[in-house]
DNA sequence: CGTAACCTTGATTAAGATCAATTCTCGTGG
DNA sequence: CCACGAGAATTGATCTTAATCAAGGTTACG
């Protein structure tokens, strides 16, 4: 695989030619198609992932099938890492799962898998990635810390009115005719998992906000008519 | 301060006697009675705290009061070490924050400050320190998805069976009469807050497991009355 | 023993889930 | 180019859980 594409991982973007050699060396790629189960949560560990291609959904499914998506993971960012970390000793002696499961969201979706036992192993000379693997994690901390927020202290509305404000903040798309909008690279369902509701609530709330003159939904995209009203609701 | 003191507190774990005089210089004790607040979100980041003594509560609210406690944490457990290391570059430029509240929940609670900048230029001449925070904040990744799943595939009697298994699980107490039981060291409304949910619906969830013979709640004391069907409650 | 903080209980309300139909959208093959 | 069918999205009616509102009861502690 090209070194160069392992660079912009952001846990491997401080690596040299030889440790990018070595990492080569203990990786795998794998391709799925949309719907495809990448791993479960019983599964045993492996190692962690870094999206080449496509979009992946980290989820969770309670006993009677309800489902709730932790995170949505987009291109050159890496997903299960944690187990690796957890306990250093003992990873050779216990039996590690997933802790949660992994499916392939998007059509062609490639992944490349690095395997965790060969990984500990190359971290330990290059302490250099060390940092960069705290800095990571504390940035999904936050993200977590954020997400906990929302889902206890907010009603679906303003969970919904936070979501679009959020992701044009990161997307800052702006239609032809000057509004801005956003696109959902998701599935209304997965959208309503992630909020922590399900898509006729969704559906309904969006209904709301277009009647309210705050937004326009128009299938994928969503455009903001109304974007101080949107951050007042959002609140 | 007494440098064993420092050792039981998991990041410091492995520092040899040089490492841990360095951090006595930059560390700084801190006492509150119950209910003082150690530092609210709105507040510019100064480092982080462990507790040496007592009990502290992390916690955010909404606009409207509602309250959610995202962790509660215990002696030699660190709190409010996330914006530390969420952008190493910038946090000589950058304002950062405190990103939750933080407030002693028992009385006479000791906290030790280690203030941020300070103790970044120590961690890059002990790289031992590193992986010892990597794996903190794997625990407290994994500690966090938990509480996401418990708080959106689960009803709050689910949570509450779920709660007191795990608390048992790490306390292990049994009662002179032999029978498994959990001490809550916060107040009843504290652990609804925690649980997602309100005192008066954590009362009666408390009171109908009573009734179905599962549990006994005496103040502080809950007794594990049917463990069997606590365990098939929770899930 | 009196007061404040904490906890419990009951009645009511509201948000959102569930159940049940449609309708819409889009890719596929005739 | 159109028809078909499957998955996705919408809509309405109803139900359930837990929040809110309101009032007492208990406990801890000076």
Redesign the pocket.
């Known amino acids: 695989m090209d070194k160069e594409l392992y660079k912009k991982v952001y846990f491997f973007s401080g690596l040299n030619d030889d440790e990018l050699d070595k990492l080569n060396v203990i990786s795998r790629l794998k391709k799925f198609k949309k719907g495809d189960n990448i791993f479960f949560d019983t599964e045993p560990y492996l190692g962690f992932y870094f999206v080449l291609n496509g979009m992946v959904k980290i989820y969770k499914i309670s006993k009677d099938g ?1 489902e709730h998506i932790l995170h949505i993971v987009g291109e050159f960012n890496t997903f299960a890492e944690v187990p690796l970390f957890e306990n250093f000793g003992s990873i050779y002696e216990n039996e590690f799962r997933y802790p949660a499961n992994a499916m392939a969201i998007e059509e062609d979706t490639e992944v490349v898998l690095i395997q965790g036992r060969q990984f500990l192993e190359l971290i330990e000379t290059t302490p250099n990635m060390c940092m960069k693997i705290v800095s990571g994690f504390a940035k999904r901390l936050r993200h977590m810390n954020h997400h906990i927020e929302e889902l206890t202290l907010k ?3 303003k969970r919904v009115a936070g979501f679009i404000l959020t992701d044009h903040t990161n997307t800052k798309k702006i239609s032809p005719d000057n509004k801005p909008f956003i696109t959902l690279n998701i ?3 997965d959208l309503a998992a992630y909020l ?9 709330t ?2 709301r906000l277009e009647e309210e003159g705050i937004i326009e ?1 128009e ?1 994928k995209n969503i455009y903001i008519q109304d974007i101080k009203k949107l951050k007042e609701t959002a609140t």
């Open positions: 309800k009603d679906v509305t599935s209304k369902n922590g509701t399900i898509q006729e609530t969704l559906s309904r969006f209904r939904v299938g």
